[in-house]
């Protein structure tokens, strides 16, 4: 029996350096394939997902916009959403498959595992066990993957300058289980060390207290971009 196509679509922008390591997580999986989705990089982030041998579309710049527009183009009767800074774990794609296969499920994610070291990172990755599991609300660093009908019936991702993945699955919860995968990703740390994990944790929480409350999602991306950057 011919198993179901998988399409891992990575949006990217600058990610030259990380992208390498995401794809060397692929080989081994079976009936995969993979779209990287550019948003005008200033690197060599194309050339270096074209010279490992994966398909590259162009996108306007947007992490929403990317993930629409790479799914569009996937052929898979899955999808699964990647950040170009995660590595997936060996046997993922058999994870997907009997995870999706569970009644009543509609979308899935894996564990989150952060590649550094410290005692604070660890109580990151049990926070957002304990809200994946009993909240069913993983976010997107944890690789979110679904079939390409549910995603096409609930519309693809909403237009949003950011907080895209929260939103697609408060959605998908009003369908049925967003269950989590036994396996667990390796995401980068660098999110955490550029702003600190107590700054970063707040200001996540911030994020979706202002986007539930209703506030404009623009305002909030400007103030989490500016939080982002360096003082003077």
Request: hydrophobic fraction near 45%; charge should be positive.
């Amino acid at each position: 029996m011919t198993l179901p196509l998988i399409s891992i679509i990575i949006p990217t922008l600058n990610e030259a350096r990380n992208l390498p390591q995401t794809l060397a997580s692929l080989p081994g999986a079976t009936n995969v394939e993979v779209v990287v989705v550019d948003g005008g990089s200033g690197d060599q982030t194309a050339a270096v997902a074209r010279g490992l041998g994966v398909r590259v579309i162009e996108s306007a710049p947007g992490r929403s916009r990317q993930l629409n527009a790479g799914a569009t183009v996937a052929t898979g009767d899955m999808l699964l959403f990647l950040h170009a800074d995660t590595r997936l774990p060996a046997g993922f794609d058999g994870a997907m498959r009997r995870t999706l296969a569970q009644p009543g499920v509609v979308a899935g994610a894996f564990r989150l595992a952060i590649d550094g070291p410290g005692r604070g990172l660890r109580w990151v990755e049990w926070g957002v066990s304990l809200r994946s599991r009993w909240l069913q609300m993983p976010y997107g660093d944890q690789g979110i993957f679904l079939t390409a009908e549910t995603f096409r019936a609930l519309g693809g991702f909403p237009d949003l300058p950011m907080m895209e993945d929260f939103e697609l699955v408060r959605r998908l919860r009003k369908r049925g289980k967003v269950a989590i995968a036994p396996t667990a990703v390796m995401t980068s740390d660098r999110r955490w060390q550029r702003l600190g994990i107590l700054r970063t944790t707040l200001a996540n929480q911030v994020m979706i207290a202002g986007y539930l409350l209703g506030l404009d999602p623009h305002k909030l991306a400007r103030w989490y971009k500016d939080l982002g950057k360096p003082r003077q």
